[in-house]
């Protein structure tokens, strides 16, 4: 069984950090508002800015964990950064440990 991280950038510019054994699913919730009390319910629409596979729950929650005590500011800067990799620009990749 393969875990994710995920993050979601919200219709206000603000970002959500959660944890899946399944992505498709996790994604379909938030947007069908499945649960109202959810961050992402009064924040529609969103959208799936990172995602990253864990062999483990537990890794992915420690690195949901880290992910979630970020300022906004730096998740961005992180995103900012991972959008340059995925444009093959030549920067060291950043890996999240446990």
Same mark, same amino acid.
């Given at each position: 069984?393969?875990?994710?991280?995920?993050?979601?950038?919200?219709?206000?510019?603000?970002?959500?950090?959660?944890?899946?054994?399944?992505?498709?699913?996790?994604?379909?919730?938030?947007? *069908? $508002?499945?649960?109202? @009390?959810?961050?992402?319910?009064?924040? &529609?629409?969103?959208? #799936?800015?990172?995602? =990253?596979?864990?062999?483990?729950?537990?890794?992915?929650?420690? *690195? $949901?964990?880290?992910? @979630?005590?970020?300022?906004?500011?730096? &998740?961005?800067?992180? #995103?900012?950064?991972? =959008?340059?990799?995925?444009?093959?620009?030549?920067?060291?990749?950043?890996?999240?440990?446990?």
């Amino acid at each position: 069984m393969v875990f994710h991280v995920y993050v979601l950038k919200c219709s206000d510019g603000s970002f959500y950090v959660g944890h899946t054994n399944h992505l498709g699913k996790a994604l379909t919730s938030h947007h *069908n $508002k499945v649960d109202e @009390s959810c961050y992402t319910a009064s924040r &529609l629409p969103v959208e #799936l800015v990172f995602q =990253q596979p864990f062999a483990t729950t537990q890794g992915a929650i420690a *690195n $949901k964990q880290l992910l @979630s005590s970020w300022s906004q500011e730096k &998740l961005q800067n992180f #995103l900012n950064r991972e =959008q340059q990799l995925d444009s093959d620009v030549p920067i060291p990749k950043f890996v999240l440990t446990v």
